[in-house]
């Protein structure tokens, strides 16, 4: 009985020496921050484009030039990004076929993905109608000279969300809330707006206990890889870290443990 138990620990021993060591080189491919283009200090839900998948939440992709500021895809729609705010989890972004341009060259809506992304509560949606006839009388906020590859004619901006009418197309952006003078409207539109990311909340926590956030492509959930002996849990203080004691169910407890860890084998890099 006493020669099975200690081949029943030196087993745990190993498994969990092997899981160790197998997640603390999975935690090295990442970097707590990095710097993107312009903007220093970024980390998790955000990874560069050349980083594995796991250090950073699908959607959260940078495209990173050194010059300039860095630029991200939210549904088919690159946006360059003006800041990020960690602590708030703020994400201020400009359509970037508007950056050099009053109106919108991609004919699209701005829409942001509301499964990671919200408004903050300080905007509201204009719309510019483009190819509406010479008799159109709709009131709005003007007209505008502004041409696209698609369109070459003034384009009519009004409040809220509106369809295209008798116009060609419609295209929808938001505004801070009160917007009124046209004449600023280049101005605001470069300003461009804030959006608030819904993922990755538990990420000041797992870094105050020392660990760092991941993303198991498995699960599609963000984990906390904890340091020595490395676990992933929700948050480093309230990992299992009880090493191996002198009865058999402590023992049993990390061999139950350990086999858990084993999947991180299967997380795809």
């Given amino acids: 009985m006493n020669s099975r138990y200690l081949i029943v620990k030196l087993l745990i021993f190993i498994t969990i020496e092997e899981c160790s060591s197998a997640l603390d080189g999975f935690n090295g491919t990442c970097d707590d921050s990095f710097s993107c283009g ?6 998790y839900p955000f990874r560069r484009h050349q980083d594995p998948t796991h250090c ?16 991200i895809d ?10 990020i705010d960690l602590t708030a989890q703020i994400l201020r972004v400009v359509r970037e076929d508007m ?11 701005t829409t942001i993905n509301h499964e990671l992304f ?3 509560s300080s905007y509201m949606n204009i719309s510019f109608l483009f190819g509406c006839p010479f008799s159109s009388n709709i009131v709005g906020f003007g007209s505008i000279l502004c041409s696209t590859d698609e369109i070459s004619s003034p384009v009519l901006v009004l409040p809220g969300i509106q369809g295209p009418g008798d116009c060609k197309t419609s295209v929808v952006t938001p505004v801070p809330v ?6 600023r409207l280049g101005q605001v539109l470069r300003e461009g707006f804030e959006v608030r990311w819904k993922v990755g909340r538990t990420c000041s926590g797992c870094m105050r206990s020392g660990g760092r956030c991941l993303y198991n492509n498995d699960t599609g959930l963000t984990m906390c890889g904890c340091p020595g002996p490395t676990f992933l849990a929700d948050n480093c203080s309230t990992t299992n870290k009880t090493e191996v004691g002198s009865s058999p169910s402590s023992g049993m407890q990390l061999f139950s443990t350990s086999f858990l860890l084993v999947g991180v084998g299967s997380w795809r890099g």
């Fill in 74 to 83: 939210i549904m088919n729609l690159k946006y360059q990004i003006l800041g």
């Fill in 99 to 109: 950056v050099n341009s009053i109106c919108p060259q991609e004919l699209v809506n």
């Fill in 118 to 120: 919200d408004y903050t």
């Fill in 56 to 71: 950073g939440y699908p959607g959260f992709e940078l495209n990173c030039d050194e010059r300039n500021l860095p630029t």
């Fill in 178 to 183: 009160g917007f009124l003078d046209p004449t």
């Fill in 38 to 43: 312009t903007i220093s200090g970024i980390g």
